[in-house]
């Protein structure tokens, strides 16, 4: 059989709810007055002693997960920012606008493909736009497959200069918004 050892039996302190015993009252009509100060008693080797206290929160500056944005690597900016430009074929605008709010603030870079994906996005949304009104004329029909078309090499085309690390302005897009 295993034996339980009690916290009060080891000197360790409570780590339950029982009460401890009453501390003894000390006699102060046997001690005479000193002057001098009275040293802090000290543990006993067999009674561990507390944990100091942690460190006040001036002394180790604690960062808010709200304070600001931590930058992109250089690789991660690439990444990025080559995701960008590819979402404009599958969702269009929304794509680059998500990347654009969530990203513009991590790194110059992806800042600069998110506003040009963006732009390119709008305006294809322009041109589909017109084509679409076109479409009674039957020259939009023709519009409207020259814009997928284009949409879908020119995402690529940036997509791919983003992941190499260069600057891709896409030709016939019209500028929006400004980086």
């Keep these: 059989m295993m034996a339980t050892v009690s916290t009060k039996q080891k000197g360790w302190p409570m780590s339950d709810n029982t009460p ?3 501390a003894a009252k000390p006699k102060s009509a046997a001690k005479p007055k000193s002057t001098v100060p009275a040293k ?3 543990a006993s080797a067999s009674t561990p002693t507390a944990t100091p206290a942690p460190k006040s929160s001036s002394e180790t500056p604690r960062v808010s ?3 600001g944005f931590t930058p992109l690597t250089p690789s991660d900016e690439k990444l990025w920012s080559a995701l960008i430009q590819l979402s404009g074929i599958f969702v269009y605008v929304v794509g680059p606008f998500v990347g654009y709010l969530l990203l513009r603030q991590r ?3 992806v800042r600069e493909h998110s506003v040009s994906a963006l732009n390119w996005q709008l305006s294809v949304v322009l041109y589909s736009f017109v ?3 076109l479409l009674v004329a039957f020259v939009g029909g023709l519009i409207l497959l020259a814009v997928a078309v284009l949409n879908i090499v020119f995402s690529i085309m940036a997509a791919i200069h983003a992941h190499r690390g260069q ?3 896409y030709p016939l ?3 929006f918004i400004r980086a």
């Design 40 to 42: 802090p008693a000290t």
């Design 107 to 109: 790194g110059p870079f």
């Design 20 to 22: 401890s015993a009453p």
């Design 131 to 133: 084509g679409s009104l």
């Design 65 to 67: 997960p709200y304070a």
């Design 167 to 169: 600057l891709y302005v």
């Design 173 to 175: 897009a019209i500028k």
